[in-house]
């Protein structure tokens, strides 16, 4: 990977939907190199593919909370990740180290779907405990761009 490539990655993440001419002009390129490096790019793995982020408050997902999960047994990152994915509500999943096996971050309309949302979590992982925080506030947030928080 070179500077160009890092100059599309960077142009991609700030707007997946951007066109190849458009990223082209800001990395001093032509569309078609472009499209090759991106090609390239999703073909070696660097680009794992194009999503649409979707603001929760335009779901009226309001509710926000992380949940420790510790699971009855041995389960790996691969199947936590297999069981969770069909569960809209949990919007990032990681695993930690300490006591938990994974820690989820959660969003509902309000405490009654966060409540449902868990039961689901709890199901489908075979779980012996989970120990859950609600947000209260959002104070920084430097991995959503525009998203500082503290408003």
Request: net charge negative; glycine share 10%; hydrophobic share 45%.
């Amino acid at each position: 990977m070179d500077g160009l490539d890092e100059g599309i990655l960077r142009a991609l993440v700030a707007d997946a939907r951007a066109t190849f001419a458009e990223i082209g002009a800001e990395v001093g390129l032509s569309a078609p190199a472009v499209k090759r490096r991106v090609d390239r790019l999703v073909a070696t793995g660097a680009v794992r593919g194009f999503t649409a982020v979707v603001d929760p408050a335009a779901l009226g997902w309001g509710t926000e909370a992380y949940v420790e999960v510790r699971c009855e047994g041995p389960v790996s990152p691969r199947e936590l990740r297999r069981r969770l994915v069909g569960i809209p509500e949990v919007v990032e999943a990681v695993t930690v180290t300490g006591r938990a096996d994974a820690l989820l971050h959660l969003l509902a309309r309000d405490v009654q779907h966060l409540e449902r949302a868990l039961e689901r979590v709890r199901d489908e992982l075979d779980v012996a405990a989970t120990e859950s925080v609600i947000v209260l506030s959002r104070l920084l947030d430097r991995a959503r761009p525009g998203h500082a928080g503290g408003d």
